[in-house]
């Protein structure tokens, strides 16, 4: 396994204790989740609200959230492999390296030691740093000199990349977007169940005696616009700052 490098410090909630009761416990406290005949909302349906959240969260981030293996295919640049420069991976962040082949025409191989790999987990980018040439010819600048490369300055799917993505720990920011989202959806079904569609408020009367009930509920709101309004506020916010730290590290540096 490569070593990590410039890897921020992320804590947070494991993949596995993201689930339903964590989302009821932090983010519907207090909320009666059951229908006007005490059946609950199922754990099925926590669940797939909460993978329907990462899943939009990772494809506005362009990150995996969730751990995944990946096979990267990668160029051979020449100028940008001079000075020891890096190889950008499509997929982020990197957990670790799997394996490292520089494939060439004629099936001709080699295989990189994993150590020999350095990576920056967040931006994505990768460092070949030799700790022993081996039968590996080297330039001094770090530039790898291999037959069929010499003079070329770009070759098509030359870097065999597979590599391992996503958290650990998910960041704290991360999973108060994703539970956020998913209890909205949560909230929406619940709207409905309180009172009916749409229904705003209802009356009995019996022997002189009368009540009423009204709700924030009407053919526009559900029963719990207010709460809804609240997080999508601070969803605002918080999937602003996301992008900002995720899309504005699109550039590799060398």
Not at 1 to 7: G, K, P, Y
Not at 50 to 72: F, H
Not at 139 to 154: D, E, H, R, V
Not at 158 to 180: H, K, L, R, S
């Amino acid at each position: 396994m490569a070593d990590i490098i410039l890897q921020p410090s992320w804590t947070g909630v494991k993949l596995s204790d993201l689930n339903p009761d964590f989302l009821k416990r932090n983010y519907l406290h207090g909320i009666e989740t059951a229908d006007t005949a005490g059946t609950p909302i199922s754990d099925e349906t926590y669940s797939f609200y909460l993978r329907s959240a990462t899943a939009q969260l990772e494809q506005m981030l362009d990150i995996d959230i969730i751990p995944r293996l990946r096979v990267d295919r990668i160029p051979y640049d020449r100028v940008q492999l001079a000075n020891w420069g890096g190889l950008l991976v499509s997929h982020r962040p990197i957990r670790s390296i799997q394996s490292s082949k520089i494939i060439l025409v004629q099936n001709t191989v080699y295989d990189l030691p994993v150590n020999w790999l350095r990576f920056d987990a967040y931006r994505g980018s990768i460092w070949i740093v030799p700790s022993a040439f081996g039968n590996l010819p080297f330039l001094a600048t770090g530039q790898l000199m291999m037959p069929y490369l010499l003079g070329m300055n770009w070759f098509p799917q030359t870097w065999d990349i597979a590599y391992e993505t996503g958290f650990d720990e998910i960041p704290a920011n991360i999973v108060d977007v994703i539970c956020m989202k998913a209890a909205i959806q949560i909230f929406n079904v619940l709207g409905d169940i309180v009172m009916g569609p749409g229904i705003a408020s209802l009356s009995m009367s019996l022997d002189g005696y009368s009540q009423s009930v009204a709700t924030t509920a009407s053919a526009e709101n559900t029963a719990y616009g207010a709460r809804i309004t609240d997080y999508e506020k601070r969803l605002k916010v918080l999937e602003k700052e996301l992008r900002e730290y995720w899309k504005g590290l699109e550039v590799i540096t060398t």
